[in-house]
């Protein structure tokens, strides 16, 4: 009877140690081990286990906080920088993230409008690492997305029929259209703009980017994602029938 | 509302000096589990730097369903995959070297005061550790959530996504080895 008493204690010391048995088996073991000088000693062993264990641990290094500091008010800083560019971008209309095409010609970027420009590469500048404080911020300008918009995103008179909200989610997307709702409640959907090279397509929750799988976000005029190892932000070019997503920052998580 | 809800509340709204309290809260938890996983203390270093960065990005979201203290072990779980992974894929050090001159097993405290004691007790910090890495990932990963985050049966298992029956046998076979192995080296 005692030799099956020990296996039971033996098999509960542990979690007995770390105060996780119930009441009653507690009390069970605890009044085993003042009888049994053998599982009494398993038991001292098992603690002092425990104490070199716990013993090893060391204070974390005094730089530790203040580098995470340094960090978060550098992050800050972007944010306020973001939230300025968004401000300024608040009634450009953001309709579909259809195709994502890597393209070398410069002359893409200019075809946004000139206040904008100015304003997204201020915001490249800020994701540099001198302005950041963070080696793990760089910019990188040569990926854009181009955007087709379908005809429903124009009103009759064949101007753009303001998106005057941002986009609320991206309900379902293919490599052959997408579909968007916005604040406003409405839907629109965008077809793919042609001879495309690297689309980023949507499945519910995650993106797809460069057969890469991401979680994205959009927060005013700017579509983030992210992998969870990088997060890859894009800023909102509107120019006429065209919306480009022009790459102002990423991230190494 | 307790002090730590208070304080997680302040550093939502932006508040700096709650948010740096909330790390000295969790810091030594937090870099002593990264130090048993990177064994490097520079790594350690850089992990603990990643999970606090991630959990300022993060504290907006936070909503209290669970604990801070089991957000914070979460967080710590996954930069530690992802550093393991990046490493892995660098090839540039391996669980069991490291020769990078910060080694963990370096005994760097002053041992002035008593050095027969302190070496002692090093040489038996040494063991444990050595101990530690020797067990399968599983357990020691278990043991660690256990060990420095403090964290009941029922919120690693949470954490791990395993049942708390697992959590049991897992920090009970992980302590029996470590006994075992620190007994070969009459460290008990």
């Known amino acids: 009877?005692?030799?099956?008493?020990?296996?039971?204690?033996?098999?509960?010391?542990?979690?007995?140690?770390?105060?996780?048995?119930?009441?009653?088996?507690?009390?069970?073991?605890?009044?085993?081990?003042?009888?049994?000088?053998?599982?009494?000693?398993?038991?001292?062993?098992?603690?002092?286990?425990?104490?070199?264990?716990?013993?090893?641990?060391?204070?974390?290094?005094?730089?530790?906080?203040?580098?995470?500091?340094?960090?978060?008010?550098?992050?800050?800083?972007?944010?306020?920088?973001?939230?300025?560019?968004?401000?300024i971008f608040g009634g450009i209309a953001v309709a579909a993230v259809i195709s994502l095409t890597v393209l070398a010609s410069p002359a893409i970027l200019l075809i946004a409008s000139g206040g904008a420009k100015a304003e997204c590469d201020d915001m490249a500048v800020n994701f540099a690492p001198s302005a950041s404080g963070s080696d793990n911020f760089y910019s990188d300008q040569r990926a854009e997305t181009e955007i087709a918009l379908d005809d429903r995103l124009y009103d009759e008179n064949g101007k753009y029929d303001g998106f005057k909200d941002v986009i609320e989610s991206i309900e379902e997307s293919n490599t052959e259209q997408s579909s968007f709702i916005l604040t406003d409640g409405k839907k629109y959907t965008a077809n793919l703009a042609d001879g495309?090279?690297?689309?980023?397509?949507?499945?519910?929750?995650?993106?797809?980017?460069?057969?890469?799988?991401?979680?994205?976000?959009?927060?005013?005029?700017?579509l983030y994602i992210s992998n969870g190892e990088r997060t890859i932000s894009f800023g909102i070019i509107e120019d006429g029938k065209k919306i480009y997503f022009k790459e102002i920052g990423k991230t190494n998580d | 509302m307790t002090g730590e809800e208070m304080l997680v509340k302040r550093a939502k709204s932006g508040d700096e000096q709650a948010f740096e309290e909330i790390i000295k809260l969790y810091e030594k938890a937090v870099y002593n589990s990264a130090l048993y996983i990177a064994k490097n203390r520079d790594d350690a270093l850089d992990i603990s730097q990643d999970v606090f960065l991630k959990l300022w990005r993060t504290l907006p979201s936070f909503r209290g369903d669970a604990s801070l203290k089991t957000w914070i072990a979460t967080l710590t779980r996954t930069c530690a995959i992802d550093y393991i992974r990046s490493r892995n894929q660098k090839q540039t050090s391996s669980l069991t070297d490291d020769d990078s001159g910060n080694e963990v097993d370096v005994a760097d405290e002053d041992i002035s005061s008593n050095p027969e004691k302190a070496f002692e007790r090093e040489e038996k910090i040494s063991a444990v550790r050595k101990a530690v890495a020797s067990l399968p990932e599983p357990i020691r990963e278990t043991l660690i959530l256990r060990e420095f985050h403090n964290l009941s049966y029922t919120e690693i298992a949470s954490i791990q996504k395993?049942?708390?029956?697992?959590?049991?046998?897992?920090?009970?076979?992980?302590r029996e080895q470590l006994k075992e192995i620190l007994k070969s080296g009459n460290f008990l």
Do not use: Q, W
């Open chain 2, 162 to 174: 395993i049942s708390e029956g697992t959590v049991k046998s897992r920090i009970s076979r992980g």
């Open chain 1, 1 to 87: 009877m005692e030799n099956r008493d020990c296996e039971k204690v033996l098999e509960l010391l542990s979690a007995y140690i770390d105060g996780e048995l119930s009441e009653s088996d507690a009390e069970f073991v605890r009044a085993h081990l003042e009888i049994c000088p053998d599982c009494k000693k398993v038991y001292d062993e098992l603690k002092e286990t425990e104490n070199i264990f716990a013993a090893s641990s060391e204070d974390a290094p005094l730089e530790l906080s203040a580098a995470v500091m340094t960090r978060v008010r550098a992050e800050k800083a972007i944010s306020a920088k973001r939230r300025k560019f968004t401000r």
């Open chain 1, 196 to 222: 495309t090279s690297t689309p980023i397509s949507f499945e519910g929750d995650i993106a797809i980017f460069d057969g890469e799988k991401y979680e994205y976000k959009i927060s005013g005029d700017v």
